[in-house]
């Protein structure tokens, strides 16, 4: 199922959008077209590739667990010429999935779809409250920002105590100042119903890199830091948690990352005992040097004999030249 042939409904009655996962068949089937009729494409009704107003009952197709996943669809010969644009499409389809996921996760309070945030500045395409008082905005981003345009809005939501995650259609590059700001990347696919992420890969180990005060760059880490090497993971969006920092990985990648990171650390570990034991072996030596006796003075010279410059000690005439024992 490609992303553009999936529909979003919109019941006239309730004056809202809905989508095909929030009811069972038959209730669609009674509202949509053969029905109510109140159960109309989103799209055309709200002048995208039609004009606004338009009122296209929907039928259901597709069955839960079978090939076809359930979806809505226009009545034959009633869809706009070419359909309607992929990227609407995914924008609206994806935030109702969201808001799907997260009102399926634990220590979720409420989940609620376009909320403006509280001084109205920004407003999220699904708000979420967890239990504990900690506020997510889950934003479906269809195209490339630039990076003033994301900072800006990731500003904002920052200001006002909101935690922003983002999750890009899976062909859109994604501005690197998410990762310059600390933030992961998420993608997401409607017809695969996969969220997809980017990893770091572990980072070069350079001269004295068990010193870093960070030693998890060194494995394999989420989210990565700007100018990595990365690699995409992909799991269903129903595997993914949802705590007050954002989307939470599956325990299986975060096994990984921690396995991957505690490699790094374990050398890291070997290597400073190296250091301390060398700095162990200095330190005693000194100690050693500095509680050892005076040397002697030097025995005295006879008149106009010589010394070597290097020990001190008397000279011989024949080693004049060069000015010390030949062992010095």
Wanted: aromatic share 8%; net charge positive; hydrophobic share 35%.
């Amino acid at each position: 199922m490609q992303d553009d042939l999936l529909v979003v409904g919109f019941d006239l009655e309730a004056r809202r959008e809905v989508h095909v996962s929030e009811r069972a068949s038959e209730h669609w089937k009674q509202l949509g077209y053969g029905g109510t009729g109140q159960l109309v494409c989103f799209y055309c009704f709200h002048g995208f590739e039609a004009p606004a107003g338009t009122r296209v009952p929907l039928v259901t197709r597709g069955r839960l667990g079978g090939k076809v996943r359930r979806h809505f669809a226009h009545p034959p010969g009633q869809a706009p010429a070419g359909g309607h644009g992929p990227e609407t499409v995914w924008h609206i389809t994806t935030k109702h999935l969201l808001a799907a996921w997260a009102r399926s996760r634990p220590a979720v309070a409420r989940v609620r779809l376009e909320q403006w945030t509280e001084d109205q500045d920004r407003r999220a395409d699904v708000e979420v409250l967890l239990q504990d008082g900690t506020k997510i905005a889950l934003e479906a981003q269809r195209k490339l920002m630039t990076d003033d345009g994301w900072r800006a809005r990731h500003r904002d939501y920052e200001r006002q105590g909101v935690v922003d995650v983002w999750f890009w259609r899976s062909q859109v590059h994604f501005p690197h100042v998410v990762l310059d700001e600390g933030l992961p990347v998420w993608f997401y696919s409607v017809s695969k119903r996969e969220a997809a992420t980017s990893l770091g890969r572990p980072h070069t180990r350079g001269h004295q890199w068990w010193k870093r005060s960070d030693l998890s760059v060194f494995g394999l880490h989420h989210p990565p830091c700007a100018v990595d090497e990365l690699e995409r993971v992909t799991m269903p969006l129903s595997e993914l948690g949802l705590g007050p920092s954002g989307a939470v990985l599956p325990e299986d990648l975060r096994t990984r990352l921690r396995r991957s990171q505690q490699e790094a650390r374990e050398e890291a570990g070997q290597l400073k005992r190296s250091d301390a034991r060398y700095a162990k072996a200095v330190r005693e030596s000194q100690e050693r040097a500095a509680c050892a006796p005076a040397p002697s003075p030097p025995p005295p010279l006879p008149v106009g004999g010589l010394r070597c410059e290097v020990c001190r000690r008397p000279l011989d005439p024949i080693l004049a030249g060069s000015r010390r024992h030949i062992l010095c």
